[in-house]
Structure formats: C-alpha cells, structure tokens
C-alpha cells in the first residue's frame, strides 16, 4: 500500500495528559494503521461490510455505468452533428464568407433575432454540457482524487461481502471540536448514529448510501480489499468503524457500543418488528418513508430536540393515516411496546 494522500495542515498530533482520548473516542485497532495512513485528516470516514448478493451489487453498478455511458455517445452525437456547424462560424469570423455569415446591414430584424437566438441557444446548451454534464463520465473513469467507481469494480470486482468506506462531505469542515466541545460532539454522534443506523447499512447497498452529507472513497476501499487479499487484516476489523482526525490526540475511531447494547438492540428488534407487520398488510413503503423522514429530520441542524421529535410523530402519524394505518395500534401489536 504505496499510496499516500494529502493531508490537512494540522500540524504533529498533541497528547493528553494520561495519552487516552475521553469516551466514546479511542485510538483506532492497530490493524487499520495501513489504512488510516492513507486517508485525508479534513474528513471523517464510515467503514462497513456489504453483505448483499454479488448479483444485486453488479446490477445496482450497471445503472450508473448505462448512464455513463449514455452521456459519452450524447456528447458524440452533439459534437457529430454541431461541429461542421460551429467549423463554418470560425471561419466566417477569420473572414471566410459562407452560409453562416450574418451581413448585418443587409437583413432585416425578423431575420436576425431568431438567428441571434438560436446561435445563443447553441452555444448555451453546449456550455453547460461541457461545464456541467461531461465531468460525470470523466470522474466515472478518470477520478484521481479519491479514485473512482470504474478503478474500484476493476480492483475489487463483484464479492458477496465487500469493504464500504464513507468520506464525510462539506458539513465535516463546520463540526468543530467534536472531543473536547459537548454540543458539537452531540451534533457529531446524532449524525454518525443516523449514517450508521442498522436499517441503513442493511437495506442499502454501498453504492446506494452516497447523499449530501457522505461519498464513498473509492481509493480507501480499494486500499481495504487490498488488505483483506493480502492477509494484513480481516474484514470483521472493517466492521462499523468512524475514524476522524483530532489536532489533540491523533486519529481516532468512535467507539459504538459505549452505550447500553441491550436497549439498543430491543429498539431494533421493535423497528424490524414493525417493518415486517407492514410488510404484511402490504404497506412495506411507508416504513421506509418513514425512515427517510427521521433521518433527514434528525440531521438538520439544530438537532433533534424533543420539540422537533413531536412534530416529527405528528407528521407520520398523520401520513400513516391517510394509508388507513393507526401508527400507535400497529407500533403497539408488533413491538408489544407503546408508541
């Protein structure tokens, strides 16, 4: 694992007096130093294990390959029937007269306007294609910075359990001393709790879980799987890791079971419950709307407070209803456990 990326200017890692970081925070597995070495300190990152079907994975990665690869044969289509066009404009302005070239003096506005307009059109749709469409494809093959999906399928190809890594987008350049500040290391947990929601990693697949607030890394998952063929690691060591940097202790990895593990896993035993007695009466949509609902709600800002949590019940149980479903009766005879 040759590779090294540019890292913030943080300056040498300070230690604490007794060298521990304070809980939930730890010194990450020594297992992963290979990794971490490799990732860049502006960002927090999320590792997981893919468990879905190899098949599932190949067809979820066709979607964005088809789409590439529409784009690629749009622009040559564009530029097969645009180019001789624009070829005769550039030699009608170098002095070239042809069928492009506008006399002025002699037309009359009916005829100048709707031609001004279409050469602006031309010109403005081919703009934002170029700016704005065609760095897609690019970035699909040619991404370098963090690698891209094309190098990673090459590397890795298709596995029935694969490494996900999560790279942190803008928001992580706000979250300010997530260690040693309470409110900011509340605002950070509730986020990595959302990101890292059972529900989330095992309904959707790797590719499925880039959003607003999180990309994949496609060069660290690489790296990973390069460990995990190479015998450095296992891929259990992979399994739910936060890793962020802090200017006081280093690289640091969250620890997810400082809380108390038995009421963690009852409230999960209640959600399937409830998915699944959703699924029966053939409303499985809503349980995942639901879902969408409190997650976007509990990663705005500001937090969840228990103000916004009322509204929040409010809002599902009012589009329960409309789908002729008492949120409170059926919460109540799957989980066994009031609302």
Known sequence: MARHRVTGKSGPAKKAKDGSPPVPFKRPPEVLQPLVETLDEKHVYITHIDSHPRGFKSKIFAVPVLMNLGIVALFVYRIYRIFPYYLLIFASVLGYPNETTMVVDEMEWSEIVPEVATRAFSFML?????????????EFVLGHG??????????VGFRDREIVVRRSRKWDEKKGDVVNDASAKTMFLSRIGTATAPMQINEKTGYMLMNADWDLDWAAMVDATTMIDKKMAAIEAFKTVVLLFHEEFGWLCVDMKVDNNIEEDDKRRHVFAFRDALAAVGKEDLFYRWIEIVQFESSQPGGFTSEKQEKVADQIREMFSKQGINFDDLWKESTGQGA
Do not use: E, Q, T
Not at 126 to 138: E, I, R
Not at 148 to 155: F, G, K, M, Q, T
């Open 146 to 155: 963090y690698g891209n999906p094309v190098s990673w399928r090459l590397n």
């Open 126 to 138: 081919d703009f934002v294609l170029v700016a704005f469409v065609w760095p897609w494809p690019l």
